[in-house]
T-cell receptor, first 111, second 116 residues
Framework: ETGVTQSPTHLIKTRGQQVTLRCSSQ?????VSWYQQALGQGPQFIFQ???????GRGNFPPRFSGLQFPNYSSELNVNALELDDSALYLC??????????FGPGTRLTVL | AQSVAQPEDQVNVAEGNPLTVKCTYS??????LFWYVQYPNRGLQFLLK??????LVKGSYGFEAEFNKSQTSFHLKKPSALVSDSALYFC??????????????FGKGTKLSVIP
């Protein structure tokens, strides 16, 4: 197991609601990346945070936003939830450009 | 843009036989290449990486991968498969020249089933 933790494990929301997912980095890591994994697909890069600033973004709309805190933990916020946002959301931490270590994920279901 | 292709959705192999999971990639510069494994209802677990140097990379649990620059491939291999190797395997790439973002691009995954 990695030292990356995510909460909550599962979440059920309805369309139009907002959600916040949380991630704690592995000790010693300073970079956090978020990925969305739809059923039967590979993870898709949402964005990355380094030194509390967004350090790259994938093809996701602005209603996906994030934060990184001084202790390197991170949040992913999604506004105006849509049915297609149902997925496993994975957080990964790394030390700069080294390999990324993933948390267990948060399973989001949007009804 | 960078991309990864895993041409096989599923690979079946008998226990004790060698296994290969295929991956090809595309990047504009030199690649960083990774293999991850995912067990049901779990996150991704790092297996191995290629950065530079020897084309044969050894990783966790007896897995290895061979980097072939001319064929832009990075196939995952294991000499003798175990039933416990049954899982979903993902290949990922990052462009070494990509300044700033350390975005990984993943393939769609290959489901490995090891038959007792």
């Amino acid at each position: 197991e990695t030292g990356v933790t995510q909460s909550p494990t599962h979440l059920i929301k309805t369309r139009g609601q907002q959600v916040t997912l949380r991630c704690s980095s592995q000790s010693g890591h300073n970079t956090v990346s978020w990925y969305q994994q739809a059923l039967g697909q590979g993870p898709q890069f949402i964005f990355q945070y380094y030194r509390e600033e967004e350090n790259g973004r994938g093809n996701f709309p602005p209603r996906f936003s994030g934060l990184q805190f001084p202790n390197y933990s991170s949040e992913l916020n999604v506004n105006a939830l849509e049915l297609d946002d149902s997925a496993l959301y994975l957080c990964a931490s790394s030390l700069y450009s080294n390999e990324q270590f993933f948390g267990p994920g948060t399973r989001l279901t949007v009804l | 843009a960078q991309s990864v292709a895993q041409p096989e959705d599923q690979v079946n192999v008998a226990e004790g036989n060698p296994l290969t999971v295929k991956c090809t990639y595309s990047v504009s510069g030199n690649p960083y290449l990774f293999w991850y494994v995912q067990y049901p209802n779990r996150g991704l677990q790092f297996l191995l990486k290629y950065i530079t140097g020897d084309n044969l990379v050894k990783g966790s649990y007896g897995f290895e991968a061979e980097f072939n620059k001319s064929q832009t491939s990075f196939h995952l291999k294991k000499p003798s498969a175990l039933v416990s190797d049954s899982a979903l395997y993902f290949c990922a790439v990052r462009d070494q020249a990509g300044a700033g973002s350390y975005q990984l691009t993943f393939g769609k995954g290959t489901k490995l089933s090891v038959i007792p």
